[in-house]
């Protein structure tokens, strides 16, 4: 891709991304004919639940399309992507805290032990703090592998990004079904990446063995 077509991929990248939280606001203020129903903070709630999911697992979709199709365009996008899945989680906790609890910390703390839904959605959100904080290339170059490392997190994050989603769901189980599977395919993917090396190593030396 040029430079000219990265320069405006970019900014329509990013216009895409903040589409659903345009929407939510639009809605909330029954702006252009929009509404969000009789329930809007359970609407705000889910909508914001699921882009943090949507963003987390496209963010990990990165490296594979980089590896599939050898652009590595891909990877220019990962970290706004990755911003935008804390940006909605943020939203998704906010909404939580001052629509839902009315504001009230002591709720919100007994809501976190009570429910242990709420506790794996309240621990991911603390685990994407320092991916967010150390997500600028100045962060990386400091930290070398460290920064790698530590960016690793993004795959428990998104295990407790689905787990608290099927957690929370009570009947209908299909869509948190969906993202586990989705999720289970790109860290099965990882997993495969990480050992295929050792794999190849084992299998000559298995060859060679039988040769003998």
């Known amino acids: 891709m040029s430079p000219a077509a990265r320069l405006i991929a970019k900014p329509l990248v990013f216009a895409a991304c903040l589409l659903p939280a345009l929407h939510l606001a639009a809605g909330a203020f029954n702006l252009a004919g929009l509404s969000l129903g009789a329930d ?4 705000m709630l889910h909508t914001c639940g699921r882009w943090t999911l949507n963003f987390l697992l496209i963010t990990l979709c990165m490296a594979p399309l980089r590896d599939f199709t050898r652009w590595d365009i891909w990877l220019r996008f990962r970290r706004m992507f990755g911003l935008f899945a804390f940006f909605y989680a943020l939203m998704h906790f906010s909404v939580f805290l001052l629509l839902d609890q009315a504001g009230k910390l002591h709720a919100i703390g007994h809501e976190i032990v009570k429910r242990p839904y709420i506790t794996l959605g309240t621990l991911g959100l603390l685990l994407l703090i320092p991916l967010v904080l150390t997500s600028t290339a ?33 009947k209908d189980i299909r869509e948190p079904l969906l993202y586990a599977c989705v999720l289970a395919l790109l860290l099965g993917y990882r997993l495969c990446k990480h050992y295929r090396p050792t794999l190849r190593i084992s299998v000559a030396r298995l060859a060679r063995t039988d040769g003998a």
């Open 40 to 43: 809007p903070v359970k609407v």
């Open 138 to 170: 100045k962060a990386q170059r400091r930290m070398g592998r460290r920064w790698t490392r530590l960016h690793r997190l993004i795959y428990p994050v998104a295990l407790l990004g689905v787990w608290h989603f099927w957690w929370q769901v009570k």
